[in-house]
């Protein structure tokens, strides 16, 4: 399992086309129950861990979670994108947090083209 | 935006309802000047280029994801891997690039590319990518040819970029086939990945740039596990298989890329070496790519050796390897974990999870399963210095194009522009070709949609991850894959040609319950096509040219005099076969070829 999608948390970005994991996934894992009409992920297995839909969602509803064979249980990592930086939670195992914050995008520049 | 979309695209549908029980496909029939397959990073690059150029031109991107965050760099990239700093040029550069690809390269093609990543790097910094700087203001050093970036956001960036230009994106599109006529490549037509549709794509010029292939191989983690690779699992080779299917000249598919990973996640190592200072050291704390590859550089030696290395130590007992991070500060671990953030976050969680810190143990390494690509390796459509394919009207960049390895991100870039000005160039001398034939239409729609047929008309066939599944343990066993420590002989080979051939003939039972799954049929069907070319060019080139990459146990010396030559092929859709060529390898960088430097 890579992805966990909180269904409770999910309101399928109501107001647009596509809500924006469906629209951005780059393996096309993910689409919209259509019974329940929230986001699912076709296979968990196919996931590559790329963390796009985590990111994007709104409603923080994704979570990344590393297959078991690979990693121990309970360790997070959240992501909240702003326009121009990023910022992450790592939680270990133990309840240790450590924070970390990126810069993702300065102002565009005149272009010195020769 | 909206004047090129009334204005320009010329829409007509018609419906194929045939014995569709649940659904019939329709086409979708679209015209343009310059189609390009892949809005990644050398289709976003080309874009911009070619409206930059003439800025009236219809530049049409046809893309398998949403352009945004599709392909290699969905997550992020951390660095810039090829750059001209100061005190090089772009004759030192081939003549690494040389070196690093043990003597054999298209010198041409790497020339031409390194003469444009800095402009290249320098325009994509304008569009807001940030860039480290030292306290000089210049850009910051990761590596002779290396500069470190805040990249999370890159895709994002590019693709605004090609969009601003004014550029037509059409995303969930994936690329089928080359549409031909009177020889010549005249468009493309594509699966519409949520609409089911087909897409008819008619172009005066095609830009193929769609990535390579992952998943030819058994990967290292299988199970839950088993998309923690390292290239993305979305680039199938169908940039590949359209220029197959359609006669195209292939070059070098036997220069198999091999990673050297974080073991398990799978996580790039270059942050570590290139950036943290790491060595690599055996189980028993030996520094062996020191002691057993001195001549070659050491831990400097040649991406193919850097892999090699490690793989020998563990094939004779001397494993696990390691990268030896125990020197690293905790700043320093923090400065790490926050450099993978921005390209390869799951790695940070991963030791988060397992309590490692890598200032106190060493980081095992492992090689990855083989990639065929031309980005890092040489895999791709033979070109010519202008990126123009054996096709008449069609074009490579990136990953897709071959004979010039060494590329990454920039000379990804660099080639996409590169491919785009030639396309803007010959365009006066490439007619709008005729309407595309029904005929052909509906035979690719009918390919096309098979798999969802049978699920419709049969109900049970083969399921794509099964195929999928059974292709890579072949792979894996037979033509050289981490099972066999990447080692091949020509009666494995022989094997694998045989398998290969019997599910090239299961290709008709493959079932598509839904309209992803009919996307994974396509992929499977593509990535079969591509490994039986690798096995034809593993299969000829008769010594071992890149250890690691290409180890033949029945050839196991380089031999110049032999083969310093490039194996090409050409694949003839009548008869099944992919016939081998030849071609010569010329230098045009003075120097001796197996040196770094002059």
């Given at each position: 399992?890579?992805?966990?999608?909180?269904?409770?948390?999910?309101?399928s970005?109501?107001?647009?086309?596509?809500?924006?994991?469906?629209?951005?996934?780059?393996?096309?894992?993910?689409?919209?129950?259509?019974?329940?009409?929230?986001?699912?992920?076709?296979?968990?297995?196919?996931?590559?861990?790329?963390?796009?839909?985590?990111?994007?969602?709104?409603?923080?509803?994704?979570?990344?979670?590393?297959?078991?064979?690979?990693?121990?249980?309970?360790?997070?990592?959240?992501?909240?994108?702003?326009?121009?930086?990023?910022?992450?939670?790592?939680?270990?195992?133990?309840?240790?947090?450590?924070?970390?914050?990126?810069?993702?995008?300065?102002?565009?520049?005149?272009?010195?083209?020769? | 935006?909206?004047?090129?979309?009334?204005?320009?695209?010329?829409?007509?549908?018609?419906?194929?309802?045939?014995?569709?029980?649940?659904?019939?496909?329709?086409?979708?029939?679209?015209?343009?000047?310059?189609?390009?397959?892949?809005?990644?990073?050398?289709?976003?690059?080309?874009?911009?280029?070619?409206?930059?150029?003439?800025?009236?031109?219809?530049?049409?991107?046809?893309?398998?994801?949403?352009?945004?965050?599709?392909?290699?760099?969905?997550a992020?990239?951390?660095?810039?891997?090829?750059?001209?700093?100061?005190?090089?040029?772009?004759?030192?550069?081939?003549?690494?690039?040389?070196?690093?690809?043990?003597?054999?390269?298209?010198?041409?093609?790497?020339?031409?590319?390194?003469?444009?990543?800095?402009?290249?790097v320098?325009?994509?910094?304008?569009?807001?990518l940030?860039?480290?700087?030292?306290?000089?203001?210049?850009?910051?050093?990761?590596?002779?040819?290396?500069?470190?970036?805040?990249?999370?956001?890159?895709?994002?960036?590019?693709?605004?970029?090609?969009?601003?230009?004014?550029?037509?994106?059409?995303?969930?599109?994936?690329?089928?086939?080359?549409?031909?006529?009177?020889?010549?490549?005249?468009?493309?037509?594509?699966?519409?990945?949520?609409?089911s549709k087909?897409?008819?794509?008619?172009?005066?010029?095609?830009?193929?740039?769609?990535?390579?292939?992952?998943?030819?191989?058994?990967p290292?983690?299988?199970?839950?596990?088993?998309?923690?690779?390292?290239?993305?699992p979305?680039?199938?080779?169908?940039?590949?298989?359209?220029?197959?299917?359609?006669?195209?000249?292939?070059?070098?598919?036997?220069?198999?890329?091999?990673?050297?990973?974080?073991?398990?996640?799978?996580?790039?190592?270059?942050?570590?070496a290139?950036?943290?200072?790491?060595?690599?050291?055996?189980?028993?704390?030996?520094?062996?790519?020191?002691?057993?590859?001195?001549?070659?550089?050491?831990?400097?030696?040649?991406?193919?050796?850097?892999?090699?290395?490690?793989?020998?130590?563990?094939?004779?007992?001397?494993?696990?390897?390691?990268?030896?991070?125990?020197?690293?500060?905790?700043?320093q671990?923090?400065?790490?974990?926050?450099?993978?953030?921005?390209?390869?976050?799951?790695?940070?969680?991963?030791?988060?999870?397992?309590?490692?810190?890598?200032?106190?143990?060493?980081?095992?390494?492992?090689?990855?399963?083989?990639?065929?690509?031309?980005?890092?390796?040489?895999?791709?459509?033979?070109?010519?210095?202008?990126?123009?394919?054996?096709?008449?009207?069609?074009?490579?960049?990136?990953?897709?194009?071959?004979?010039?390895?060494?590329?990454?991100?920039?000379?990804?870039?660099?080639?996409?522009?590169?491919?785009?000005?030639?396309?803007?160039n010959?365009?006066?001398?490439?007619?709008?070709?005729?309407?595309?034939?029904?005929?052909?239409?509906?035979?690719?729609?009918?390919?096309?949609?098979?798999?969802?047929?049978?699920?419709?008309?049969?109900?049970?066939?083969?399921?794509?991850?099964?195929?999928?599944?059974?292709?890579?343990?072949?792979?894996?066993?037979?033509?050289?894959?981490?099972?066999?420590?990447?080692?091949?002989?020509?009666?494995?080979?022989?094997?694998?040609?045989?398998?290969?051939?019997?599910?090239?003939?299961?290709?008709?039972?493959?079932?598509?319950?839904?309209?992803?799954?009919?996307?994974?049929?396509?992929?499977?069907?593509?990535?079969?096509?591509?490994?039986?070319?690798?096995?034809?060019?593993?299969?000829?080139?008769k010594?071992?040219?890149?250890?690691?990459?290409?180890?033949?146990?029945?050839?196991?010396?380089?031999?110049?005099?032999?083969?310093?030559?490039?194996?090409?092929?050409?694949y003839?859709?009548?008869?099944?076969?992919?016939?081998?060529?030849?071609?010569?390898?010329?230098?045009?960088?003075?120097?001796?070829?197996?040196?770094p430097?002059?």
């Amino acid at each position: 399992m890579t992805v966990l999608i909180d269904k409770k948390k999910c309101n399928s970005c109501k107001g647009l086309p596509e809500p924006r994991c469906v629209q951005n996934c780059p393996g096309d894992l993910l689409s919209l129950g259509s019974e329940d009409g929230k986001a699912f992920i076709w296979d968990a297995r196919d996931c590559w861990d790329c963390m796009t839909c985590v990111k994007l969602c709104p409603r923080r509803a994704i979570t990344t979670k590393l297959p078991y064979v690979l990693a121990d249980y309970k360790a997070t990592l959240v992501p909240i994108a702003g326009k121009t930086s990023i910022r992450w939670t790592l939680t270990d195992k133990e309840g240790q947090v450590e924070q970390f914050e990126s810069v993702t995008l300065q102002p565009k520049k005149k272009e010195a083209r020769p | 935006m909206d004047i090129i979309l009334t204005d320009i695209v010329k829409k007509s549908s018609t419906t194929l309802g045939r014995d569709m029980a649940e659904e019939s496909f329709s086409i979708e029939a679209l015209d343009t000047d310059l189609l390009i397959i892949g809005g990644g990073t050398a289709g976003c690059l080309a874009a911009v280029e070619a409206r930059e150029r003439a800025p009236g031109l219809r530049v049409t991107i046809m893309e398998k994801a949403h352009i945004d965050r599709s392909g290699c760099l969905s997550a992020g990239m951390n660095a810039i891997n090829a750059y001209i700093h100061p005190g090089e040029t772009p004759e030192s550069f081939t003549r690494y690039v040389r070196f690093d690809a043990l003597g054999l390269v298209r010198e041409d093609l790497v020339l031409s590319q390194a003469r444009e990543i800095n402009d290249v790097v320098r325009r994509v910094e304008g569009w807001g990518l940030p860039i480290k700087k030292d306290e000089q203001g210049n850009y910051l050093r990761r590596g002779r040819w290396n500069v470190s970036i805040n990249g999370e956001y890159l895709k994002p960036i590019i693709a605004q970029a090609a969009r601003d230009a004014g550029a037509q994106v059409i995303n969930r599109v994936a690329a089928t086939n080359l549409m031909m006529k009177d020889g010549r490549v005249a468009g493309a037509y594509g699966l519409g990945v949520r609409d089911s549709k087909l897409y008819a794509i008619r172009a005066r010029a095609t830009i193929v740039a769609t990535g390579g292939a992952s998943g030819i191989y058994k990967p290292n983690n299988d199970g839950s596990a088993h998309h923690k690779m390292w290239y993305s699992p979305f680039n199938t080779g169908a940039g590949y298989t359209l220029g197959l299917r359609a006669g195209a000249e292939m070059t070098s598919f036997e220069m198999r890329f091999i990673a050297l990973r974080v073991k398990d996640i799978i996580a790039p190592t270059g942050t570590l070496a290139l950036g943290f200072g790491a060595p690599q050291v055996n189980a028993k704390g030996e520094r062996f790519m020191a002691q057993r590859f001195a001549d070659w550089g050491g831990d400097g030696s040649p991406t193919p050796l850097r892999v090699y290395g490690p793989v020998q130590e563990v094939k004779e007992g001397r494993g696990p390897c390691y990268l030896d991070t125990r020197h690293l500060t905790p700043e320093q671990v923090r400065n790490l974990k926050a450099a993978y953030l921005d390209m390869y976050p799951s790695i940070v969680l991963y030791w988060a999870a397992n309590g490692i810190d890598p200032s106190k143990e060493a980081v095992e390494i492992s090689g990855t399963e083989p990639y065929i690509m031309g980005g890092h390796c040489q895999a791709g459509y033979w070109i010519d210095v202008g990126r123009r394919t054996t096709l008449p009207g069609l074009y490579a960049a990136g990953d897709v194009a071959g004979g010039a390895p060494y590329k990454f991100i920039s000379g990804c870039w660099a080639e996409g522009v590169i491919a785009a000005r030639s396309a803007v160039n010959d365009l006066p001398s490439l007619a709008t070709p005729p309407n595309p034939d029904k005929a052909q239409m509906e035979a690719e729609g009918e390919r096309i949609f098979a798999p969802r047929r049978r699920f419709q008309e049969v109900g049970e066939g083969v399921a794509p991850s099964e195929m999928e599944e059974r292709l890579q343990k072949v792979m894996d066993e037979y033509a050289g894959g981490v099972s066999t420590f990447y080692e091949m002989n020509a009666e494995r080979l022989e094997v694998a040609r045989h398998h290969l051939q019997r599910l090239e003939g299961q290709v008709k039972y493959l079932m598509a319950r839904n309209p992803h799954q009919l996307l994974q049929a396509q992929e499977v069907i593509d990535r079969l096509l591509v490994a039986r070319a690798v096995v034809e060019h593993l299969v000829h080139r008769k010594e071992t040219r890149w250890p690691g990459y290409q180890t033949r146990l029945d050839y196991p010396q380089r031999d110049d005099e032999r083969w310093l030559k490039f194996v090409n092929s050409i694949y003839d859709g009548e008869t099944g076969e992919v016939r081998i060529l030849e071609r010569p390898y010329q230098q045009f960088v003075s120097g001796d070829r197996y040196k770094p430097k002059e």
